[in-house]
């Protein structure tokens, strides 16, 4: 039981350049998150997922997009890489929505530069 | 929409003592405040969380209590050990689909032996 799987680690994109993360989880969960990390904002959401086939804005989406063909992955793409989106960006799982007994599974991250 | 504030942004303590953390939250229709620990280097992790109609929750050297009234709620760690070093973030939410999960800025706690 792997939890939730992120890759790459590490990516270093030159601006304009487009990538994908790739989250995996495998604890049959139905809601899928996209967030970002930052120095001194906390961990903000960039898209999300309530199920298979469905995507949702999240507070920062602008510059991203996102896919949940398969219920245990969700797409993060970038189509034209910034300096801004350089960040560290964690995926998570839940079972339910943001509510009581359903915490949010984290996965290790994905630290990306963007020069 | 709901806006977490969090304080503050770094605490320092000896070991031993007890650490507490702030939030204010702006929404009073939120009723789910969870707390998350992120060690250096690794993922944020749920250590305790706190719905609405319960004031104060315990367990072990850690605590959350809740004032609804004034929109605020704290984490309190006891006893503190260097293990309990990290960014800790707190969050709210109505709790129900639709709507999310904000969270504070996070609070760097630095125990020292």
């Known amino acids: 039981n792997a939890g939730v799987t992120q890759t790459p680690k590490f990516r270093v994109l030159k601006t304009g350049q487009s990538m994908t993360l790739l989250c995996a989880q495998d604890?049959?969960?139905?809601?899928m998150y996209w967030y970002r990390q930052d120095p001194g904002m906390g961990l903000r959401l960039i898209h999300y997922?309530?199920?298979?086939?469905?995507?949702a804005k999240g507070e920062v989406p602008d510059g991203y997009n996102v896919s949940r063909l398969k219920k245990q992955n969700f797409l993060l793409g970038l189509e034209s890489a910034a300096p801004s989106q350089t960040s560290v960006y964690f995926c998570?799982?839940?079972?339910?929505?943001?509510?009581?007994?359903?915490?949010?599974?984290f996965g290790n991250g994905t630290r990306l530069t963007v020069t | 929409g709901e806006n977490v504030e969090q304080h503050p942004s770094t605490l320092s303590v000896q070991e031993g003592d007890s650490a507490v953390i702030k939030c204010t939250y702006s929404?009073?229709?939120?009723?789910?405040f969870p707390w998350y620990k992120q060690e250096l280097g690794k993922r944020p992790q749920l250590i305790i969380d706190?719905?609405?109609?319960?004031g104060e929750k315990k367990d072990q050297r850690i605590a959350v209590t809740l004032n609804k009234t004034a929109k605020h709620f704290s984490l309190h760690i006891t006893e503190t050990q260097p293990e309990d070093s990290a960014v800790y973030f707190c969050?709210?939410?109505?709790?129900?689909?639709?709507?999310?999960?904000?969270f504070g800025a996070g609070t760097i706690l630095r125990v020292k032996s």
């Open positions: 997922s309530v199920g298979e086939g469905t995507t």
């Open positions: 604890m049959n969960h139905e809601y």
């Open positions: 998570a799982s839940s079972f339910k929505g943001w509510t009581y007994n359903s915490p949010l599974h």
């Open positions: 969050a709210a939410s109505k709790g129900e689909y639709g709507n999310k999960l904000v």
């Open positions: 929404d009073s229709a939120s009723n789910y």
């Open positions: 706190i719905r609405s109609n319960v």
